[in-house]
């Protein structure tokens, strides 16, 4: 998995030194809030509504039980201790003292993490597909190339004051489980007519207040180009990119003002520029250094035991549900992968206790080789677990509420932080998810439902992607108040699309009995196993607009 190398540990270890000396010019008065903003953002740092916020960079979102324990540390020592899992797989921290932040980025360096680049006009963290290595669909590994783009794009020169923040997702299955379309920049790994497998470079994706799904630029890239082509891409938008104004200053923006084949006719000119510089030629012996970082672990020579889960699945009902739910197929005969919901009953979605992570980090060792990733749906996953372990797992996790079986479910829910921590929200968002929660509890009901994801955001900014939900919802303001928009018909997979607005917004208490007649005329409207997705793109916004706003619009007392 991610390891640091020399240059890596000296990078780190100097930011950290450099960092703890602005901080203490600021705290001295010598340097104001305007001077200082633009370098603590660089190290992951945000003023938030109460306090410092600090976001962790969780590489491709592959984490070490070391790494967990010593996050587990930080959420003790320097925050109110818990931590907040996000969808760029990072975990955030709401409660960080100022003149204690460089000693929580020396604590991290320890352990080989940082927080450069989790914010400001730069790079972000690379993104990928939660079940990179052990997907049985999977085409190839993207994590060796998203390493490499971080290795590229660290403090790039160039690109350190971009005219605004940059987001790449890398996905090499068919199946996208990494929102690849929703990105500034989005690569698929793919084989062109011959089998070589290259990559579909997508440009022009995001969400906030204006929502994009990119668009596909090259339909097949070969290997050795994927940095001379990011490059040109790169510059095309910071040279041409807006600055004059932030909402509009996005990558997304400029594609679609200039159109994805003007967009890329420049990209284009621009790559035969540099196409062969030697420095942004990816060697082969560089791609197998990183590759050998990403080898299979030590998985023992098992047979399939999928008879024996069968029988202890048919004895026992719950141990069966959460199979279906959280469970899914390893490419290595006798293991599976298995999710960890961080999305039980009136829990805040994505949220963890240092207990609960120090009890998740030694279950990784016990169950899956020490290894665990966080997914950009803000839950958590076990790559490696032998078969016949699944059911002591399951009730290891039942005892630390991680066992809720949910995944891909109504209450499986994305919400930012929202006007709990944000300064930017309208309105709160972990209230509401946790309130669908305890309105939807019956786990055989959510099974039938099936499928059915639901995004809430407490601003335009769109952090808890809401415009990518089946359901999507939107905290507002209407005259001091908050109030919720509903949308319909989001995907963040490869057939993406934004949601359409269903009507009127409504009040917090509203939004539960809301959903509840989505559902119902869902139900009623499904084609044998339609999904909801497959339902409302077959017959449209009107037949739950008039479920949700007809003679009986949605009322309830709000909930304690």
């Not at 197998?288 to 020579?301: L, S, V």
């Not at 279906?324 to 293991?335: D, F, I, L, S, T």
């Not at 829910?413 to 509890?441: E, K, S, W, Y």
Request: net charge neutral; with cysteine.
């Amino acid at each position: 998995m991610y390891r640091y190398d020399e240059f890596d540990h000296t990078l780190v270890a100097e930011r950290v030194a450099t960092f703890r000396r602005q901080v203490a010019r600021r705290l001295s008065g010598d340097l104001s809030e305007d001077q200082f903003k633009p370098l603590r953002l660089m190290n992951g740092l945000y003023l938030q509504l109460h306090a410092y916020m600090l976001r962790v960079n969780i590489p491709y979102g592959c984490l070490s039980s070391r790494q967990l324990r010593q996050l587990a540390f930080i959420a003790r020592r320097y925050d109110r201790n818990f931590g907040h899992f996000t969808t760029r797989q990072n975990i955030q921290y709401n409660w960080i003292k100022l003149d204690e932040t460089p000693d929580v980025l020396a604590a991290l360096a320890a352990v080989e993490m940082n927080a450069m680049q989790s914010s400001g006009n730069c790079v972000r963290n690379i993104t990928a597909d939660q079940f990179a290595g052990r997907a049985q669909d999977e085409i190839e590994d993207p994590r060796p190339w998203c390493e490499l783009i971080r290795q590229w794009s660290i403090l790039h020169p160039e690109f350190s004051y971009l005219p605004r923040k940059f987001k790449i997702a890398v996905s090499g299955a068919p199946q996208d489980r990494a929102a690849v379309k929703l990105h500034d920049v989005g690569l698929y790994l793919r084989p062109n007519g011959a089998g070589v497998i290259g990559f579909e470079v997508i440009v022009g994706g995001g969400q906030g207040r204006l929502p994009y799904v990119g668009h596909t630029i090259r339909e097949w890239l070969a290997k050795e180009d994927l940095l001379s082509y990011l490059e040109a891409i790169l510059r095309i938008y910071n040279l041409g990119g807006r600055r004059d104004n932030p909402q509009k200053a996005r990558i997304k923006v400029q594609v679609n003002a200039l159109g994805a084949e003007e967009f890329r006719r420049l990209v284009d000119e621009e790559w035969e520029q540099i196409r062969f510089t030697p420095q942004l030629t990816v060697p082969r012996a560089e791609i197998e250094r990183i590759t050998a970082y990403f080898a299979d672990p030590a998985w023992e020579q098992l047979t399939d035991a999928s008879a024996t889960v069968a029988r202890q699945r048919s004895a026992d009902p719950a141990f069966d549900v959460w199979n279906r739910a959280n469970v899914v197929a390893h490419r290595r005969p006798g293991y599976a992968i298995v999710n960890l919901s961080l999305k039980a009953p009136g829990i805040a979605p994505g949220d963890l206790t240092a207990d609960q992570m120090d009890k998740v980090a030694e279950l990784t060792d016990r169950f899956s080789l020490g290894e665990l990733r966080v997914s950009h749906r803000q839950n958590l996953v076990f790559p490696d677990v032998q078969q016949v372990d699944l059911q002591a797992l399951w009730q290891a996790l039942q005892g630390v509420s991680l066992a809720t079986p949910n995944i891909g479910t109504l209450t499986d829910i994305i919400a930012c932080p929202g006007l709990d921590f944000c300064a930017l929200a309208n309105a709160r968002a972990i209230p509401v998810a946790q309130d669908i929660g305890r309105h939807f509890t019956d786990v055989a009901a959510l099974q039938d439902i099936g499928e059915l994801t639901i995004n809430i955001s407490g601003c335009m900014n769109a952090c808890g992607h809401h415009h990518v939900g089946h359901i999507g919802i939107l905290g507002v303001e209407k005259n001091g108040l908050e109030f919720y928009q509903l949308t319909l018909g989001g995907s963040s997979g490869e057939d993406a699309s934004l949601g359409d607005r269903l009507g009127r917004s409504i009040s917090a208490a509203e939004v539960p009995v809301a959903i509840e007649a989505i559902v119902t005329r869902y139900k009623a409207l499904r084609e044998g196993e339609e999904r909801f997705l497959d339902t409302y793109r077959r017959v449209g916004l009107e037949p739950f607009k008039e479920a949700v706003y007809g003679q009986n619009p949605p009322r309830r007392q709000a909930v304690a």
